[in-house]
């Protein structure tokens, strides 16, 4: 079994689950547990300047091996897991040489993925996967990338031959639960250009992703007896779901793909008296980002000046942007990536992210950050899984990208 692999189905075995709502950074304390064992590994390696920041950052550092003026390359993956999906005891699951058609991945439960509902499915008969047991999610978003980079990092140490400026790692915690670069110093790190390990099919290479904003409402009602409640009660529930069909129906993720944006309910709870509502809001197109805010505090406002002032609080936040501004000054990160794809026999597929990740927030920060493939699919839940064969061949891409900038940057 490759090193990759090996260093995967090891990763993968740790639970990292992030957590929402948590005023202590990183949101959950087990996410070190992978950080001390990637601090560990990275000194293992060889690899210097390596250190983890009291706010939980893995970085670490490849010395240049060339005397050419080469930007200082950044390669990132977050350690956390999706809280959407339980992460504990992930037990993964090798299939060798899938044959195509349906897997069972619970023999007991009847769990099973196939083509019928994921086509792309197909594409990897005759190759190895690795699955879930159809209990959790699998991990791979983003321990394949973790993996991918550490794989890499051995690798470029080993043969201090290959021509290369100098190349800075990073770790993040909590990216799945928005918080990823919340405090990352990109002045420590050290690059002057990165790629996020964070996509998924083999050939993904993303530089466009959603606006994205929160919607966090609060429904205050009034609650009287049943029988007395004509003209009295308010129940904020009811309110809650005239609110939501408000906006426009087919403005949802079920409804929508490619660079279509999309009103998310993400979680309702709550009574008669009080009630809570929380929406992700995304549009790729700032014009549309602004109006998809727009019409929420209209709705907002409407129901207050229907139901009496106070009962509809609503705390409109900003979490990221569309990162494609901050990538074009820098768009020899694209083709770069592209030319080494093409020169490895994979075929670059260039797509919006509809999601963001943590290089989305880092191109504002000064840091542009393309994203590129893991290999994955699935992600956030038990129909999880990999190919090894995609996996292999990205760590063999990270190489060919340290090796190809010092003649790309110019």
Known sequence: MSTVIERFLRYVSIDTQSMEDQECYPSTEKQQNLARLLIEELQAIGASQVRQDHYGYVLAEIPATTDKEVPALGFLSHMDTSPACSGAQVKAQVIKNYEGGSIVLNAETGETISPVQYPELSDYAGQDLITTDGTTLLGADDKAGVAEIMTFAEYLIAHPELPHGKICIAFTPDEEVGRGTDFFDVKAFGADVAYTVDGGAIGELEYENFNAASAKITIHGV????????????????????????????????????????????????????????????????????????????????????????????????????????????????????????????????????????????????????????????????????????????????????????????
């Open 223 to 410: 609650s009287i007896h049943t029988g007395s409640a004509r003209g009295v009660m308010k129940n904020a529930l009811l309110i809650g779901m005239e609110l939501h069909q408000m906006l426009p129906v087919f403005e949802n993720p079920a409804c929508t793909d490619g660079y279509e944006g999309f009103y998310h309910l993400d979680h309702m709870d709550g009574s008669v008296e009080l009630a809570h509502m929380k929406y992700i809001i995304r549009d790729h197109d700032w014009k549309k980002f602004e109006e998809k805010k727009r019409l929420m505090e209209q709705v907002a406002s409407y129901l207050n000046q229907k139901y009496g002032d106070g009962c509809v609080e609503l705390e409109l936040t900003d979490s990221y942007y569309n990162m494609l501004e901050k990538i074009k000054p820098q768009f020899y990160l694209i083709d770069l990536a592209k030319d080494a794809m093409n020169e490895l026999g994979i075929e670059p597929k260039v797509c919006p992210i509809r999601g963001g990740t943590d290089g989305a927030r880092l191109s504002y920060k000064g840091l542009p950050c393309p994203n590129l493939c893991t290999g994955g699919h699935n992600f956030h839940g038990r129909h999880e899984y990999i190919c090894i064969q995609s996996m292999e061949k990205i760590v063999e891409l990270l190489v060919k990208l340290a090796v190809k900038l010092p003649d790309a940057a110019k």
